[in-house]
């Protein structure tokens, strides 16, 4: 398993990470296309700059977006993405291993608080599966990856907290920080290729958008050409 786990660190992360940046890369590259194309296409290039901003800052920051029909749902969506961003990159294992690495860290989350933030993650996790699962609107419009995304998800910070606490552990250390490993790698590498892209391209996509509704000038009259109701009034 030692041989494993080794491959997993090494070559594995490896092919995951580089697919990761490819990925992403790629899709920045496609977002820019896209906004330049939106650009040429808009019959008004005036661009609310304060209002794409404060768009984004909203989807960023979603507070006001727990004032909906579902408020607990939607808190525990957003402790779970807090969880997911910040827990990985202030854990004191990981900092060394980037100091290892590159030479570079900063500090570190205390122990007893990594802990309280990788169990309110993974219980957030298991709550958004059950908030999706046991709700009918949300199962009808849930995809597979919808379901998928959170368990895979929770599964390196149910496994890192399972290493860091022997005690708990019923599979041995080296079994559980392959899973750790294996389970990251999967996630770096489906980044790119699933909904978890939106951690870099969300930036972009108010402006994508916001283009994207400046219509060209007379494209009204060109679908209503396309549908032959050029004469039926709207």
């Known amino acids: 398993m030692e041989q494993w786990l080794q491959w997993a660190r090494g070559p594995a992360f490896k092919f995951a990470f580089l697919l990761m940046v490819l990925g992403l890369l790629r899709q920045i590259i496609l977002a820019v296309i ?22 984004t800052l909203q989807w960023l920051f ?5 004032n909906n029909n579902r408020p607990a749902y939607s808190a525990m969506s957003v402790i779970f993405h807090i969880g997911l961003i910040f827990t990985p990159v202030l854990l004191l294992p990981h900092i060394e291993l980037w100091k290892r690495g590159l030479g570079i860290a ?4 205390p122990h007893a608080l990594a802990d309280v ?25 849930s995809r597979v990856q919808d379901i998928a995304l959170p368990p895979l998800m929770a599964l390196p910070f149910i496994t890192g907290y399972l290493a860091m606490h022997p005690v708990l552990n019923p599979i041995g250390y ?3 920080m392959f899973i750790h490993v294996m389970s990251a790698n999967a996630i770096f590498a489906l980044i790119p290729f699933s909904k978890l892209g939106h951690i870099i391209l969300l930036p972009t996509t108010q402006l994508v958008s916001e283009l994207g509704w400046h219509f060209p000038a007379a494209s009204g009259v060109d679908v209503s050409r396309t549908l032959k109701k050029e004469n039926v009034p709207i």
């Open 117 to 141: 933030f990788t169990l309110v993650t993974v219980a957030a996790a298991l709550g958004l599966i059950i908030g999706r699962l046991g709700n009918k609107e949300s199962r009808r419009i």
């Open 62 to 66: 979603p507070l006001k977006k727990l």
């Open 106 to 109: 900063w500090p570190s989350l």
């Open 34 to 55: 896209g906004i330049a194309q939106a650009w040429n296409r808009a019959g008004d290039k005036t661009i609310p700059k304060k209002v794409v901003f404060q768009t």
């Open 174 to 176: 080296n079994v559980v």
